[in-house]
């Protein structure tokens, strides 16, 4: 009985202040409005879908196996390179290279000479940066601008920082591997060198002719049986070299090129436009919340001063 005769009071109360309470929230419906309008900015959203690619398929052993692949390679990369995908995304190479490329504090509208400027502007940015994993395992990238079109080349920007990122430790690798035979090469070819002027001197010494059969082998004549062995025997070794020699160049040259291939180790699913359309604020939210809000508060307020006016003569 307490209880309905506390409800009824509270409605006869409301009831009371039914006006007021009206006025204030058609009132912070209009503010709410106006405000979503002309003071909120305007957010457009440009995302971009890409899934890793087998960084596998440029591999030395791949792109030049003349006896084909024994087992056939993936043409996408794994849970793993998605991983790394998400890491490079979200990691401080991607963000700081942004806003520092596109100069987000001054398009953000932050003094430069504030204390802590730089966070600041990396918060701002962050709000509108989001990298995901959706739930087919491809990477999703999103960036809120107030300008559509900043908004689609910022994300085209970061995918590309994110496929640069991404493959350089493997073209690192390639060019440390090509660099290394280019080092054996040149020691290859000085001692090839060294045995050709061996020949040469050996062949003066001792009237070392050389002739070919009708069969185009070699036949070695000279002064004496001894200088014509000795002759035979460094001609082996230095053909022996001149195939390890062409086999390091060999290596050399498919590592380089397998490093300037210019393969992307990201395949881009879905490429960022600009938006037509702005994504937030939703103006109907935004007046809905302060509606709710501001009904909340009239009917506590209310209540508040009904009290008060009760205890007020007693005080």
Known sequence: MEATYNLVHILKIWIKWKWYILAAILLSAIISAL????????????????????????DRSHLFNEK????ELEYYGTKNDVNRLLE??????????????YHLADHYKVNKNSSYWKTKVKKKFLKNYKVIKTEREAVEVTIFDTNPDSAAIMVNMAVEKIDEINKMPVVKNKLRIAERFNEDVLDKKIELDSLTDKLNLLGKDYGITLK???KGNSII????????EKYKLLQQIQQSRLIDYNKLVMLKDQYS????ENVPSVYIVEEPYPAER?????RSLVVLSAVLITTVLSLIM???????NEIRPQL
């Open 257 to 260: 090129l397998s490093a300037k």
């Open 278 to 282: 702005r994504e937030k604020p939703v």
């Open 302 to 308: 209310v209540l508040l001063i009904e009290k008060w």
């Open 68 to 71: 084909g692949s024994e087992s």
């Open 88 to 101: 490079i995304a979200g990691s401080a190479q991607i963000t700081d290279f942004l806003i520092s490329y």
């Open 221 to 228: 004549n000279g002064a004496s049986a001894e200088g014509v």
């Open 212 to 214: 070919a059969d009708d």
């Open 35 to 58: 405000v979503s309008v002309f003071v909120m900015d305007e957010y457009f959203l440009s995302r971009s879908v890409i899934y890793p690619i087998n960084q596998s398929i440029t």
